[in-house]
């Protein structure tokens, strides 16, 4: 949604919550398009079934074949936690990436990006089963963006697959469960291993704030339970947050407050606390760990030095890289140029890592 002009510095930093505008200043239009895609009977982890799944997405572009009749120019773009696809496409994302002559010119390029379960236009508890919704996690959103992908787009391989922040984390799962499915991977902000430490804290605290509100009533609310979601709320602004980012455009103590009663006014009129639990809890089932040495398609993951949910003095990342066949890490350093764990979204930022990814991964014949 659009943001007022006085807190568009710091709001750009939580695109983890679907905020952005939706294409860049001076820019072309975007000839975008969404459908959807039911999946009947889709079986979860956690034993439960829906009849039917809805997987909504946008693209842009459209698929091409070779020789051999395989698509050969399609990119899976993922979102982040409380995103959609269509969040992505803002100045700051799209605008850098799928304009004409850009690195992923959507005139050369089929570009799919879905909501995820619980996501976007995608089946979501809000949707009228409130907590009745089966609990999904990440394996079942992976599931089902394949089934979107070859079933639903009949898209058979992947030119790319990039991810921001949940997405990232799918993005590593696409490489370790479809190996062969993809020439490349981009992770932006994440850890491959099971979120624990601060990171699983902050979401806890979320989840408990909703649990424990007696307006929550175990999900059959007539009414949104405010208190959990003022405090879900703030925990998501701090997670998100980008300090100097945060200074540059709230100098003032005033300024700093105006912005949280507007920030908190905008959220709590948007946010569904189901539909916010639930997307905050499928973490659960994340640890890819083990699995890394299953990638084989050259994978560059890319963390900022002031992410909050990401911080690199914990080394996970430099760590773990070593042992995928073709990974490489890269730790953007702290400045005026980087938002935070928002960085993943600035792809001005890192667009010339972007650049040699391709480059490297081009397949034999093109």
Partial sequence: ????????????????????????????????????????????????????LRLHYTALGKPHRNALGHVDNAVLVMHGTGGSGNSLLNEH?????????????????????????????????????????????????????????????????????????M???????????????????????????????RNRVWRELVIDA????????????????????????????IAGSAPIQMQLALPTRDAADEFVQKYLQREMAELDANDLLYAVSASRDYDPSADLDKITAPLLQINSGDDFINPPELGIAERQIKRVKNGRFILLPASDQTHGHGTHTWAAVWKQYLAELL??????NN
């Avoid at 304009?99 to 379960?117: E, S, V």
């Avoid at 480059?359 to 034999?364: E, L, N, V």
Wanted: hydrophobic share 45%; charged share 15%.
């Fill in 1 to 52: 949604m659009p943001l007022r002009q006085g807190f568009a510095v710091v709001a750009a930093s939580l695109l983890i919550l679907g905020i952005g505008i939706a294409r860049a200043k001076d820019a072309a239009p975007l000839h975008t398009f969404d459908g959807s895609y039911v999946i009947h009977d889709f079986h979860f982890d956690s034993g439960e079934t829906l009849p039917e």
């Fill in 93 to 165: 994302f799209s605008g850098e990436l799928f304009q004409p002559g850009q690195l992923l010119d959507a005139d050369r390029y089929f570009i799919i990006l879905p909501d995820g379960i619980g996501h976007g236009k995608s089946s979501k508890p809000s949707d009228g089963l409130h907590a009745r919704f089966p609990h999904y996690g990440y394996h079942d959103m992976v599931a089902a963006q394949y089934a979107l992908v070859t079933k639903g787009l009949d898209v058979d391989h992947l030119r790319l697959v990039i991810g921001t922040s």
């Fill in 167 to 197: 997405g990232c984390m799918h993005t590593f799962m696409w490489g370790e469960i479809h190996p062969q499915f993809m020439d490349a991977l981009m992770p932006l902000a994440c850890a491959p291993v099971q979120i624990a430490g």
């Fill in 210 to 237: 909703i649990r424990s509100d007696p307006q929550w009533n175990d999900g059959d609310y007539t009414a949104e339970p405010a208190a959990a979601l003022r405090t879900a709320a703030g925990m998501l602004l």
């Fill in 359 to 364: 480059d490297a991964s081009r397949p034999a």
